[in-house]
């Protein structure tokens, strides 16, 4: 990319950011707020929908891009597919931040917005693997999409409970995924991550360290959703083989902890879907670790995530499975860390 292309789409970044900055402003003085729970971290009311900043920026920028770089363009029916989702995602996540709905309707607004994305065509049929070659999933492709997009969504949104933690991550992964995507020529993912970049950056200093608004769904699913939306498009990325594991390798600290923590609750004969304070990293500040290390470790474990995905990207296609066992790796040393915190604390069962 030329210097002086880069120092314009840096300049377009700074100014969404801007953009997104004063729309987090205008929430916290709006006031709509997150009152004090027994599963919150917060001890008193916060005003929340901070991420209206976030949506605001993403389908701004969004729209300038299909109406305007052409060269950036996904397909049409792609294009419109994934605005589509995005408004669709944004609005209903706005509403449950206002009326606080159970996780069915949540889940079913969810569904339908990936509906939206998949039935533009915006879904991934074919892998390619290392010793298998091509692999063509036909119609499973479509349902794997969609458990991938809700999974990923309802990620994010599990994981934002305290400062920092769901956006900080969502921006390094955001970082990492548009530098990725410059490397191997997809300028849309390029952009768009850039997008949701700029939204995160003009929040973040709002949210951490000290909380003076927070997400609220309407930002952390808006987050998981265009994440999980873009991990399908960066499939597609014609010269870099198994692509469609770069947004699982930038997310997978918190995929993780959301995978352990569901199963180990359903192992447990829980209801899944009940409010609960159970994840790896809630277990962490509960036993003691001060909310601001736990944010800054899911920070690394993103850190980490670019790092292996470059890594990856750039391995022999027989040496790639390899690299995958480096994030399970570090997840498992969390994991008898969180637990050793635990019963040094005396949490019992969590």
């Not at 314009?8 to 205008?26: E, G, Q």
């Not at 998949?118 to 091509?134: D, E, Q, T």
């Amino acid at each position: 990319m030329a210097l002086t292309a880069f120092a314009r789409h840096i300049a377009f970044v700074v100014l969404l950011a801007a953009i997104s900055a004063a729309m987090v402003r205008l929430m916290i003085d709006i006031g709509v707020m997150d009152r004090p729970d027994p599963r919150k971290s917060h001890q008193r009311p916060t005003p929340k929908s901070g991420g209206v900043g976030i949506v605001v920026v993403f389908l701004l920028g969004i729209f300038t891009l299909y109406e305007f770089a052409f060269f950036s363009r996904l397909a049409d029916p792609y294009f419109r597919g994934v605005i589509l989702a995005s408004i669709l995602i944004a609005l209903v996540a706005f509403l449950d931040d206002l009326r606080d709905w159970p996780f069915t309707i949540k889940l079913a607004a969810q569904i339908v917005a990936a509906l939206a994305a998949l039935g533009s065509g915006l879904y991934v049929r074919i892998f390619h693997l290392p010793y298998f070659g091509a692999l063509d999933l036909g119609w499973f492709g479509a349902l794997a999409t969609l458990a991938w997009i809700l999974f990923t969504t309802n990620a994010m949104n599990f994981i934002d409970g305290i400062n920092g933690l769901a956006a900080g991550t969502a921006l390094i992964a955001s970082l990492f995924l548009a530098f990725i995507a410059e490397r191997f020529g997809g300028w849309f993912v390029y952009f768009a991550a850039l997008l949701l970049a700029a939204g995160l950056i003009g929040f973040l200093p709002f949210n951490f360290p000290r909380a003076r608004i927070f997400m609220g769904d309407v930002g952390s699913q808006f987050c998981g959703f265009v994440l999980a939306v873009l991990g399908v498009a960066a499939s597609r990325f014609e010269r870099a083989e198994m692509s469609f594991l770069i947004v699982p390798l930038l997310l997978s600290g918190v995929l993780f902890d959301v995978a352990f923590t569901l199963l180990r609750r359903a192992l447990a004969g829980e209801n899944i879907t009940r409010p609960h304070r159970g994840h790896l990293y809630q277990v962490a500040m509960r036993a003691g670790l001060d909310a601001r290390i736990v944010a800054l470790i899911y920070w690394g474990f993103a850190v980490l995530g670019g790092i292996v995905c470059l890594a990856f990207l750039g391995a022999l296609s027989a040496l790639k499975p390899l690299w995958l066992l480096l994030p399970l790796l570090v997840q498992g040393v969390w994991v008898a860390f969180v637990v050793r915190l635990a019963r040094r604390a005396a949490l019992g069962a969590w």
